[in-house]
Antibody, heavy 120, light 110 residues
Framework: QVQLVQSGSELKKPGASVKVSCKASGYTFSSYAMNWVRQAPGQGLVWMGWIDTSTGIPTYAQGFTGRFVFSLDTSVSTAYLQINSLKAEDTAVYYC?????????????WGQGTLVTVSS | QTVVTQEPSFSVSPGGTITLTCGLSSGSVSTTYYPSWYQQTPGQSPRTLIYSTNTRSSGVPDRFSGSILGNKAALTITGAQADDESDYYCVLFMGSGIVVFGGGTKLTVL
């Protein structure tokens, strides 16, 4: 069965970096794009962008350029989200979500979420 | 920048029917936006309910249905149950690999 398992919660100081992982299993990793979604405390879901798992080419949504980096390690079927120069407003739960197909254009499987807390 | 609009909150009585909508700040929603709907309960990951306007995801009860109503996408819950109390998000595909979430609707069943 398809599973997306994310790394555990992180507590970081402002200005530091964090790298969140999303390990996929149960399907061919390079056949489905991977998205990242942010949810700040008490707020809605916000799409951050996606990475083409066959080419490694990322696409970032408006507001998520510069400090945010999507990457892959296809040898272990894992996608990564790195956030540099962390700010307090980056405190949120970050989800990875598989893009189902280019035909249906929806998210079908989600990771369990990773809480990143930025505090001095 | 395109904004996807949803009702911030709604309430429904148990057994009742409710329709949540998903619109655009400018323009109409059509099937070409491939509207999809997600349910999220507190502390949980989102769950996919509906995709491609009206296709139920595997395991989703048939009391959930999707459609286009007028110029908006719609999610209808027929015979609401207590465990339908959740946040509901729509997503629209804007083309060129870009998607946008709506702000979400908090549904109360009481």
């Amino acid at each position: 069965q398809v599973q997306l398992v994310q790394s555990g919660s992180e507590l970081k100081k402002p200005g530091a970096s964090v790298k969140v992982s999303c390990k996929a299993s149960g399907y061919t990793f390079s056949s489905y794009a991977m998205n990242w979604v942010r949810q700040a405390p008490g707020q809605g879901l916000v799409w951050m962008g996606w990475i083409d798992t066959s080419t490694g080419i990322p696409t970032y949504a408006q507001g998520f350029t510069g400090r945010f980096v999507f990457s892959l390690d296809t040898s272990v079927s894992t996608a990564y989200l790195q956030i540099n120069s962390l700010k307090a407003e980056d405190t949120a739960v970050y989800y990875c979500a598989r893009w189902a197909t280019t035909v249906t254009k929806n998210f079908d499987y989600w990771g369990q979420g990773t809480l990143v807390t930025v505090s001095s | 920048q395109t904004v996807v609009t949803q009702e911030p909150s709604f309430s429904v009585s148990p057994g009742g029917t409710i329709t949540l909508t998903c619109g655009l700040s400018s323009g109409s929603v059509s099937t070409t936006y491939y509207p999809s709907w997600y349910q999220q309960t507190p502390g949980q990951s989102p769950r996919t309910l509906i995709y491609s306007t009206n296709t139920r995801s595997s395991g989703v009860p048939d009391r959930f249905s999707g459609s286009i109503l007028g110029n908006k996408a719609a999610l209808t819950i027929t015979g609401a149950q207590a465990d339908d109390e959740s946040d509901y998000y729509c997503v629209l595909f804007m083309g060129s690999g870009i998607v946008v979430f709506g702000g979400g609707t908090k549904l109360t069943v009481l």
